[in-house]
Every structure is written in C-alpha cells, then in structure tokens.
T-cell receptor
Framework: KNEVEQSPQNLTAQEGEFITINCSYSVGISALHWLQQHPGGGIVSLFMLSSGKKKHGRLIATINIQEKHSSLHITASHPRDSAVYICAVRSRGAGTASKLTFGTGTRLQVTL | GAVVSQHPSWVICKSGTSVKIECRSLDFQATTMFWYRQFPKQSLMLMATSNEGSKATYEQGVEKDKFLINHASLTLSTLTVTSAHPEDSSFYIC??????????FGPGTRLLVL
C-alpha cells in the first residue's frame, strides 16, 4: 500500500462542474502539498497545508489531520483546469531536509 | 509566488556525451534543492537532495558518479548526467525549498539521448 493514495485516478468533468480530488496518507506529516502538472510537464505548487482550509481563486484545499485526509476542490471548472493533480506529503519530524512522498496523481479532463 | 527556473528546457544528445542541467531559484534563497526524474505517466521519483555547500544525498539506486550534483550557491544547483545513455532519457525536474518551507518546482528539462 502506498503511503499516499489519491482518488480518483482519472476524472472527466464538464465545464462548470464542481470537482473534488481526494488524498489519504498513512504517516504523520508536517505538511501536505497539492501540485498541478500540465501536459507540458511543468509543476505548479497550488497549496501547502498543515491544518484547516485554504482558498485561492476557484481552488479550495482542506485537510483533516486526525483522519489523515485532504481534499482539493475546484469550483466552476474550466477546460484550462485540465491537468494532473498531485498530492504530496512531508513526514513529520524529519527536519529541514525531509523529502516529499508523492501520490500517483489524478488526471483531470474538463470538457466543454 | 516564488519562481524556479531550469535550463535547458529540452536537450537531445548523443549516447556517451554529458549533459548539464541548471536549476535556479530566482527570487529567494534555497538552502535545499531536490532533483527528480519522471517517466511518462508516472509519479516523480526523488534522485537526490542537495544542500548548499555540502555533498548531495542520493536516493537508493541512484548512481552518484553518473548523476553529478553541485549546489554552488543558495540560488543555483546543477545536475550533470555523465556519459548519457538512451535509458537516461527522461523528464528531470528540480525543486527548491523556500525558508518558509514551501517547495517550488522548476518547469522541467526533457532529455532525449539518441
């Protein structure tokens, strides 16, 4: 079992739909990242969370530390949101050189 | 937000040659930089962690003599793929950690070894 599990693996939505991507992890963490990777390959860091909820534009990220679960929501989805969304966690207590453990990603396709 | 650049964005080389990839943090000082490789439709795989002024820490299975990492300053790290072979063809991504612990990723370098 991977330390970081994402669901769904693939998601197709119509423009305007509300989208939720889930991430569950099995280790204690100091932070959780949501990343976006477009087909060209470049990765954008969307959020870094250690508790609660963050919002940026149409994107909302939540985390429940007790349940070891995080969600990424996209409101009013648009074709330009089509990308791979990756959840990554940093283990707790590993110091400043701690590394990220990545989920396998959720491939989102938003159609017109 | 903070920006991490990589150069070149893509490179094609002949088997046996060496290729150097640069990673720069443009508007912050990165004490730690990370090098990843990614195969098609797979997740990022950490190759090594680089701290400024010290030797890089390589992940298990990554040959340090083949993938030379130099973290010369707080804004520059380089990865040199020595004697590249077709199996080294991949997408290489660097990442830099900002002082407030947010990690920023470069746009990646696509390497094709013929």
């Amino acid at each position: 079992k991977n330390e970081v599990e994402q669901s769904p693996q693939n998601l197709t939505a119509q423009e305007g739909e509300f989208i939720t991507i889930n991430c569950s992890y099995s280790v204690g963490i100091s932070a959780l990242h949501w990343l976006q990777q477009h087909p060209g390959g470049g990765i954008v860091s969307l959020f870094m969370l250690s508790s609660g909820k963050k919002k940026h534009g149409r994107l909302i990220a939540t985390i429940n530390i007790q349940e070891k679960h995080s969600s990424l929501h996209i409101t009013a989805s648009h074709p330009r949101d089509s990308a791979v969304y990756i959840c990554a966690v940093r283990s707790r207590g590993a110091g400043t050189a701690s590394k990220l453990t990545f989920g396998t990603g959720t491939r989102l396709q938003v159609t017109l | 937000g903070a920006v991490v650049s990589q150069h070149p964005s893509w490179v094609i080389c002949k088997s046996g040659t060496s290729v150097k990839i640069e990673c720069r943090s443009l508007d912050f000082q990165a004490t730690t930089m990370f090098w990843y490789r990614q195969f098609p439709k797979q997740s990022l795989m950490l190759m090594a962690t680089s701290n400024e002024g010290s030797k890089a820490t390589y992940e298990q299975g990554v040959e340090k003599d083949k993938f030379l990492i130099n973290h010369a300053s707080l804004t520059l790290s380089t990865l040199t793929v020595t004697s590249a072979h077709p199996e080294d063809s991949s997408f290489y991504i660097c990442s830099a950690r900002a002082p407030q612990e947010t990690q920023y990723f470069g746009p990646g370098t696509r390497l094709l070894v013929l």
